[in-house]
T-cell receptor, first 110, second 115 residues
Framework: QKEVEQNSGPLSVPEGAIASLNCTYS??????FFWYRQYSGKSPELIMF????GDKEDGRFTAQLNKASQYVSLLIRDSQPSDSATYLC??????????FGKGTTLSVSS | GAGVSQSPSNKVTEKGKDVELRCDPI?????LYWYRQSLGQGLEFLIY????????KSGLPSDRFSAERTGGSVSTLTIQRTQQEDSAVYLC?????????????FGEGSRLTVL
């Protein structure tokens, strides 16, 4: 059974701080890793993906992947109240559907 | 259409009734997925279709659940003899291919309530 684990939170950070979201996965064969954001009552939307070990930066977001530790993280710099949402980690491999974690709820206070 | 379209957006049914949920993916997307999300939970994979290949049904929770995809486009998820634990939001997503580039485009979901 492939599993993706996330701390459900809530993770509370003040505006302007760095939010750190973490995810671990069980299947060593996993090849692709994603972070989706889901606002309350809305559908998930992709914010970042990463395939290789190391860091990948996109604006205020940085995804980090460590395949040896089976660990993925998402850093959000200069957090804004509009970043308040549930962040879903998803993991996949070729020919299979993405497996999602249960999500971490982030709350950014102004 | 421009996005993934799902219908109905809301469905209230009585226990034991059958329901059908429809998904119209983005034109040209060959892969189509069904997930469900219970209150406060993550996305639970149900089934996916890729082109003319046999669907991956490994996530279907029981034989009361089935899905088909006609002509490589529209998909229908059918739940027979609904139970209260089937209450959830059923999300459909599509992508250009199933090689997991990750760009799943989700519909707005069908919220099912079983009384």
């Amino acid at each position: 059974q492939k599993e993706v684990e996330q701390n459900s939170g809530p993770l509370s950070v003040p505006e302007g701080a760095i939010a750190s979201l973490n995810c671990t996965y069980s299947d060593r064969g996993s090849q692709s890793f994603f972070w989706y954001r889901q606002y309350s009552g809305k559908s998930p939307e992709l914010i970042m993906f990463i395939y290789s070990n190391g860091d990948k930066e996109d604006g205020r977001f940085t995804a980090q992947l460590n395949k040896a530790s089976q660990y993925v993280s998402l850093l959000i710099r200069d957090s804004q109240p509009s970043d308040s949402a549930t962040y879903l980690c998803a993991v996949g491999e070729a020919g299979t559907a993405l497996i999602f974690g249960k999500g971490t709820t982030l709350s950014v206070s102004s | 259409g421009a996005g993934v379209s799902q219908s109905p957006s809301n469905k209230v049914t009585e226990k034991g009734k059958d329901v059908e949920l429809r998904c119209d993916p983005i034109s040209g997307h060959t892969a189509l997925y069904w997930y469900r999300q219970s209150l406060g939970q993550g996305l639970e994979f149900l089934i996916y279709f890729q082109g003319n290949s046999a669907p991956d049904k490994s996530g279907l929770p029981s034989d009361r659940f089935s899905a088909e995809r006609t002509g490589g486009s529209v998909s229908t998820l059918t739940i027979q003899r609904t139970q209260q634990e089937d209450s959830a939001v059923y999300l459909c997503a599509s992508s250009r291919q199933v090689l997991n580039t990750g760009e799943l485009f989700f519909g707005e979901g069908s919220r099912l309530t079983v009384l």
